[in-house]
């Protein structure tokens, strides 16, 4: 089984719906982190997490909210989506060395 | 801000050897990792380095030069499979990953 899994996989909307993404992890990690990836502009931070209570902003946060329900879940919401929120997310755990690991994706369109 | 900069292709021949070459104006740095990341897949973890020169590790090697705000990542042996994207991420603080652009490396039979 995969140590950390994202729900959906594939996700199409519409603009102005409210969109969830979850992310999951038996890693027992305390870090988690959502990123996007855009075609050449590579993965950017969204949120990251150390703790249940431990919540902050990445790079490019505004259009996005996030909650820490328990040490293995993070999920991360768009109140109101639009077009160019259009990307591939990921959701990321850290270990002690600080090295990352890396969800499947979700593929997000927003039409 | 960060300032993270690596080619955006590179294509080499089966068998042969390829220099990925990333360099790096951070606000921070702990450490620089490169990761792989085959097309529609997620990144997976290749290297960490902290200290200046040059990890070993199978036909992977990274360098890494702190005063240069320099690293390399060298794939050796290069088989089909190795074609992917390789992506220099910067480690600054509060444990937080900066990431280039990736680099997408095609191997030719």
């Known amino acids: 089984d995969a140590d950390v899994t994202q729900t959906p996989r594939n996700r199409i909307t519409k603009t102005g719906k409210r969109i969830m993404l979850e992310c999951s992890q038996t890693?027992?990690?305390?870090?988690m982190y959502w990123y996007r990836q855009d075609p050449g502009l590579g993965l950017r931070l969204i949120y990251y997490?150390?703790?249940?209570?431990?919540?902050n902003k990445g790079e490019i946060s505004d259009g996005y909210s996030v909650s820490r329900q328990a040490q293995a879940k993070f999920s991360l919401s768009l109140e109101s989506a639009i077009p160019n929120q259009t990307a591939l997310y990921f959701c990321?755990?850290?270990?002690?060395?600080?090295?990352?690991?890396f969800g499947p994706g979700t593929r997000l369109t927003v039409l | 801000g960060q300032n993270i900069d690596q080619p955006t292709e590179m294509t080499a021949t089966e068998g042969a050897i390829v220099q990925i070459n990333c360099t790096y104006q951070?606000?921070?740095?702990?450490?620089l990792f490169w990761y792989q990341q085959h097309a529609g897949e997620a990144p997976t973890f290749l290297s960490y380095?902290?200290?200046?020169g040059l990890e070993e590790k199978g036909r992977f090697s990274s360098f890494l030069s702190r005063s240069k705000g320099y690293s390399y990542l060298l794939l050796k042996e290069l088989q089909m499979k190795d074609s992917a994207s390789y992506l220099c991420?910067?480690?600054?603080?509060?444990?937080?990953?900066?990431f280039g652009a990736g680099t997408t490396v095609t191997v030719r039979a």
């Open positions: 991420a910067v480690e600054i603080n509060d444990y937080k990953l900066s």
């Open positions: 990321a755990t850290a270990d002690s060395t600080d090295t990352q690991y």
């Open positions: 890693k027992g990690h305390d870090r």
């Open positions: 951070t606000s921070g740095f702990n450490g």
């Open positions: 997490s150390f703790d249940v209570k431990d919540i």
């Open positions: 380095n902290v200290l200046d």
